[in-house]
């Protein structure tokens, strides 16, 4: 034994580096060939996402070029950083910014108490009518913003809006929804969580029911109650869920849903100070201007904001507690 490692710790550096990375690539080709299957399943995703999401990234340089399309991407003047002036020297830069920021936070605090509490619910039922409820919930995540937004307009429409004929019966004059400021901020969080609030419930639900009922069992035979089983046994378990989702959604906190945010208000001028965020603000603008350059460069600058969010986050929660970061 002492001989053999004598002689390759004589070995150079070079052969011994060699030898463990053709060691690497045959243990890799080997792990590959005993999941093949898995991956081949895994495939249509892979290419999937290969085309949607990464391809599209070489796009990324416009946001430091001014493009023609004559010269083409990589053939049009690089001129740096002025792209990213559209945005900072904005008018309405702190306000969009700032709505952007407390929107997106109050839809990650709002959307995961609520979806939390729906999927505790969801675990006390039993029988068929659970998937009615499911079903139920889960619906509103496939309707699409032009389609919200209708139903929002039925809503609040000045004249035969569901709210203002129920205000009516009352004797209180009916609102202008669209024509005033404050109340968006209530109506499109109550929007969101009513539509995201179904998917995000069946994945907390889907954690719940991987957890193992010998924990609930040996908790109801020292006289557990229900409320004692969820704040005990199913909220610590569904931690490392809880945080993966929390800090995945931390990604998109300088990013706005530009459906909620443009067909629920109507696009309505009035309502702006309080509904306007990054994304309409820079469509309504880029349509009118038709400058591509700024919108990839405020595209490129929400997704290094999402990519340090996340890795600050996830640092945070490495810190704390290891064994829950994301990576």
Known sequence: ???????????????????????????????????????????????????????????????FKYF??????????????DNFEFLFKAQDAIRIIRNTLLYNISYIVLGTVAALLLALLLNELHGKLIKVYQTTMFLPHFISFVLVGYIANAFLDT????????????????????????????????VALWKGIGFSTLVYYAGITGISTDYYEAA???????????????LPLLKPLIIILFILGLGNIFRGDFGLHYFVPNNVGPNFPTTD????????????????????????????????????????????DNENALF
Not at 164 to 184: A, D, Q, R, S, V
């Open 1 to 63: 034994m002492a001989k053999t490692n004598h002689v390759a710790q004589k070995q150079p550096p070079s052969i011994r580096g060699n030898r463990s990375k053709k060691n690497w690539l045959q243990k890799e080709w080997k792990h590959l060939v005993m999941n093949r299957e898995l991956l081949l399943l895994a495939l249509p995703g892979i290419l999937f996402k290969l085309v949607i999401a990464y391809l599209p990234m070489i796009g990324l340089i416009l946001a």
């Open 68 to 81: 023609r399309y004559d010269q083409g991407i990589f053939g049009s003047k690089w001129i740096g950083l």
């Open 159 to 190: 004249k035969a809006g569901y709210l203002n004929t129920i205000i009516g019966w009352f004797g209180f004059e009916p609102h202008k929804w669209y024509l005033e400021t404050t109340p968006w901020i209530f109506i499109l969080p109550i």
């Open 220 to 234: 109801r035979l020292d006289g557990a109650t229900r409320i004692q089983m969820m704040s005990r046994i199913t």
């Open 277 to 320: 965020i990054i994304d309409t603000y820079v469509y309504r603008a880029l349509t009118k201007l038709g400058d591509i350059n700024s919108a990839a460069a405020v595209g490129f600058l929400q997704s290094v904001v999402g990519l340090v969010t996340v890795v600050s986050a996830n640092f945070i929660v490495r810190k704390v």
